[in-house]
């Protein structure tokens, strides 16, 4: 009898349960997990948008580089121009000249565009690039449907007498948007995306 008595006292000291204090420790232990998962997601949601901003400034700078290595030096008139979504037409100057270049070379050897100085008129644009919205079934636009806001990049180049006969185009563009993908994008650094290319006179 005392035997059984002795093993129904040690069963029930196994089933006692947790204290209050191993359960505030667990969920210590939960909430620095969840605001550690929450700080990941934020960072994976801001690289995102940045990583489509760089894609974007990457196809807006190709763009314009095609257009100005499209006219040579000896090209008349050195001037093309590129018209956005808000219907504003940029001029594009294509003789030697543009935007100030830094003083130090940037990791692969090379000087870049100094976003830190004034622009140069002809140029510099300030290019806005407006999402697609959605359509009604009638083709026309669906004002109702939620669209990105539109972006706005600063384009600046620069043309360089190398030899007479040929020169060094260096384009750049950076997003200067406030608000993207519902964040503000000055919490992040971003350095603007350049091209360089040479041109035959």
Avoid at 45 to 68: H, Y
Avoid at 94 to 123: K, R, W
Wanted: with cysteine.
């Amino acid at each position: 009898m005392k035997k059984l008595a002795l093993v129904k006292k040690q069963r029930s000291r196994g089933n006692q349960g947790f204290s209050l204090i191993e359960l505030l420790i667990a969920m210590i232990v939960l909430v620095v997990g969840l605001l550690g998962g929450m700080v990941i997601i934020i960072t994976a949601i801001a690289s995102n948008a940045r990583g489509r901003f760089d894609t974007t400034a990457v196809a807006l700078t190709q763009s314009t580089m095609d257009r100005i290595l499209v006219l040579s030096l000896s090209a008349s008139p050195q001037q093309t121009q590129m018209t956005d979504c808000n219907g504003t037409v940029h001029a594009i100057n294509t003789g030697i000249g543009g935007s100030p270049v830094t003083d130090l070379a940037v990791m692969n050897g090379g000087q870049s565009i100094d976003f830190g100085q004034n622009a140069v008129n002809g140029y510099q644009m300030l290019y806005t690039l407006c999402a697609a919205g959605a359509q009604n079934q009638d083709g026309s636009p669906n004002l109702a449907a939620t669209t990105p806001p539109p972006q706005t990049y600063d384009v600046r180049w620069v043309i360089k007498d190398i030899d007479g006969k040929t020169q060094l185009v260096m384009v750049a563009a950076k997003n200067i948007t406030e608000n993207g993908n519902g964040l503000s994008q000055s919490r992040f650094f971003s350095i603007p995306i350049t091209l360089r290319a040479i041109r035959g006179n």
